[in-house]
C-alpha cells in the first residue's frame, strides 16, 4: 500500500508549467522568483510603482507633519 518516493517516474515530480516555480522553491528563492514575475506583468509593474510612490508620499506627509521637514 505504501509506494516509495524514489520509485515515482520523474514525470510525477515534474509540474507542467510550473517548472520555474519548482526550481525557484527548490534553490529557497522564492522571493526574488515573485519579484521578478510580479515586475514581468505590466499590471502587476503599474501596482508596485503606484505602491512606491504612494509609500514615499506618505513617508514625506508624515516627515513633514511632525515637524522632521519644514517647509
Given at each position: 500500500?505504501?509506494?516509495?518516493?524514489?520509485t515515482r517516474?520523474?514525470?510525477?515530480?515534474?509540474?507542467?508549467?510550473?517548472?520555474?516555480?519548482?526550481?525557484?522553491?527548490?534553490?529557497?528563492?522564492?522571493?526574488?522568483?515573485?519579484?521578478?514575475?510580479?515586475?514581468?506583468?505590466?499590471?502587476?509593474?503599474?501596482?508596485?510603482?503606484v505602491f512606491?510612490?504612494?509609500?514615499?508620499?506618505?513617508?514625506?506627509?508624515?516627515?513633514?507633519?511632525?515637524?522632521?521637514?519644514?517647509?
Amino acid at each position: 500500500m505504501t509506494e516509495d518516493k524514489k520509485t515515482r517516474s520523474r514525470d510525477d515530480k515534474n509540474w507542467p508549467g510550473l517548472s520555474e516555480l519548482d526550481r525557484a522553491l527548490a534553490e529557497d528563492r522564492l522571493t526574488a522568483y515573485t519579484w521578478k514575475k510580479t515586475w514581468r506583468d505590466p499590471w502587476g509593474r503599474f501596482g508596485l510603482i503606484v505602491f512606491f510612490i504612494a509609500f514615499l508620499a506618505f513617508a514625506i506627509f508624515v516627515a513633514i507633519y511632525d515637524g522632521l521637514i519644514k517647509i
